[in-house]
């Protein structure tokens, strides 16, 4: 590891979006060093989004970190929520890869999550592009992780009134509420970037796919295969060529956090009764004593253009 990178934990549910965050922390090797990659259940079952997390550290083309299998099921329900009509049934877009030599560390996640937040205590972030299941698991297992973890940066909730899984929430919370609570209640240093400013800043169009496709990258090449599903999601529901990649969006914030143009303080909660509004990320600005950081708005210019590099686009 490079004296000046920050030591990370990406935290992930390996969808297309989750693989395009993976490949850009791999390649910012003067920024963070990954020290681990942790997987939890929710664009996919676990074990394929264990698969696609290491087709996505190989096609990095840099180091190999390990690869931890997480949480199999949010901590309340039985199952999960899965989101291949978005990915495609391999998460990938249909490209069906092989299953990678490699295979995922015996260690759970949950287990490596403590142990590299006690070897580097007060230093390690801890990036989240998917439910918060090992993150609030790890934080019942060990309480004194909300201490040794500097700050994680945490994809989830809405700025506004309408969330992307439902009416009132947004996919990450809404999957696992009672994880995304813990966190918010643990006392953690946590920066959440909203989903609607993810979107919105990370909005890739059409132009900007030729460019990548066209690269002579070969990771920025398989970012735009993997997404192609997701582009065809966008499409049919949107009526539109351009697509999101939200994933990437908190990726990049945590690596330039100088693309946020929107940060404060709140005191955030999320609705875990049952109804329409479970799953809803309330924010309150006004109150004494805030729990998180949100932020509602990204230079999607400077994003694009920090990805882009990364990519080698």
């Known amino acids: 590891m490079r004296e000046a990178a920050r030591p990370v934990i990406v935290d992930t549910d390996t969808g297309s979006d989750d693989v395009w965050a993976i490949i850009e922390a791999l390649r910012a090797v003067d920024t963070v060093h990954v020290e681990a990659i942790t997987v939890v259940c929710g664009n996919l079952p676990l074990d394929l989004c264990a698969k696609n997390a290491i087709h996505a550290v190989e096609a990095a083309g840099t180091y190999i970190p390990p690869v931890f299998c997480g949480m199999a099921r949010p901590l309340m329900r039985r199952t999960s929520f899965y989101a291949a009509h978005v990915h495609g049934e391999d998460g990938l877009g249909g490209m069906f890869l092989p299953d990678p030599a490699r295979a995922p560390e015996t260690e759970h996640a949950v287990d490596a999550i403590i142990r590299l937040a ?54 990450n919370v809404y999957v696992d509420p009672e994880a995304a609570a813990i ?46 599903q997701l582009r065809r999601f966008y499409r049919d529901t949107r009526g539109g060529d351009s ?42 600005r006004s109150a004494g004593q805030p729990n998180c950081q949100v932020c509602t708005k990204l230079d999607p210019e400077r994003f694009k253009a920090k990805l882009f590099h990364l990519l080698g686009a």
């Open 183 to 228: 966190v918010l209640d643990s006392g953690l240093d946590s920066r959440w970037v909203t989903w609607d400013a993810a979107g919105e800043a990370g909005e890739i169009t059409p132009a900007e796919t030729e460019t990548l496709a066209r690269s002579t990258s070969p990771a920025a090449r398989f970012c735009v295969r993997c997404t192609e």
């Open 243 to 284: 697509y999101a990649i939200v994933d990437a969006a908190v990726m990049t914030a945590a690596l330039a956090p100088e693309i946020i143009t929107e940060v404060f303080p709140a005191a955030c909660a999320v609705e875990l009764a049952p109804g329409a509004d479970r799953g809803r990320f309330y924010m309150d």
């Open 118 to 171: 006690r070897e580097h205590a007060g230093a390690l972030e801890i990036i989240t592009c998917g439910p918060l299941t090992n993150l609030a698991m790890a934080i019942l297992k060990e309480p004194e992780l909300v201490r040794w973890i500097r700050r994680a940066w945490i994809l989830g909730g809405s700025g506004g009134p309408v969330g992307n899984m439902t009416p009132a929430a947004e996919y």
